[in-house]
């Protein structure tokens, strides 16, 4: 079964809205972590930003906020004022902390910004 | 510039062959994490080391093996290449592979096999 599930495929948003981008997991460890990646066309994976299971406030770094619901397992990222160069490929990740440590990558969202 | 080093960047070979794929961590970091990246799998988990010992793996074919030097430099081997191996392989380190630490990526290698 799928640990990390990204239901959108691609999504196209228009310059200047907020998007929000899916992200549901699935664990039975009390103890995890959540992140999101964001790849350019160049290839290169960039860090934006990181939950943890037990953390009381939803994260937020700049214009990037993650949307945690842990009844629900899910842990949207939502992008605020979107720019031409938020088009990319978006990653959410988790880590279980109780168990090997390894972090598994969902398929992705490819995100387009429409000027 | 994340601090993980990858080389080569490019590598075109053809089936069969073996080839090895060389990652240097960022400065201080002692755990180090392969992933393949290919158009119809996402970024699949291969194997993961910490200060030079195994310590989670993920799908890694047989035919591929990994390890990490005394100097935490870390080398994937992939071996009797087939063209499905081809993808972007990266390579990432965090400070000791636990909790909160996000992963640095480097660039990646571009396998293709002919």
């Known amino acids: 079964a799928q640990k990390i599930t990204q239901t959108q495929p691609g999504m196209f948003v228009q310059e200047k809205e907020a998007v929000t981008l899916d992200c549901t997991y699935d664990t039975s460890d009390p103890s995890y972590g959540l992140f999101w990646y964001k790849q350019p066309s160049s290839g290169e994976m960039i860090f934006l930003i990181y939950?943890?299971?037990?953390?009381?406030q939803n994260a937020t770094e700049g214009r990037y906020s993650l949307n945690f619901q842990k009844a629900r397992k899910s842990a949207n990222l939502v992008i605020s004022a979107s720019q031409l160069g938020d088009s990319a490929m978006y990653f959410c990740a988790m880590r279980e902390t109780n168990r090997d440590d390894k972090i598994i990558f969902g398929k992705g969202t490819r995100l387009h910004i429409l000027p | 510039d994340s601090g993980v080093t990858q080389t080569p960047k490019h590598l075109i070979t053809a089936t069969g062959q073996r080839v090895t794929l060389r990652c240097s961590p960022r400065s201080g970091d002692l755990s180090v994490y392969w992933y393949q990246q290919s158009l119809d799998q996402g970024l699949q988990f291969l194997i993961q080391?910490?200060?030079?010992?195994?310590?989670a793996k993920g799908n890694i074919l047989e035919r591929f093996s990994a390890q990490q030097f005394p100097d935490l430099h870390s080398e994937l081997n992939l071996s009797s290449l087939e063209l499905g191996d081809s993808a972007l392989y990266f390579c990432?380190?965090?400070?000791?592979?636990?909790?909160?630490?996000?992963?640095?990526f480097g660039s990646g290698t571009q396998l293709s096999v002919l």
């Open positions: 080391y910490y200060n030079g010992e195994e310590r």
């Open positions: 939950q943890g299971s037990y953390d009381q």
């Open positions: 990432a380190s965090s400070v000791d592979g636990t909790g909160r630490e996000k992963l640095f």
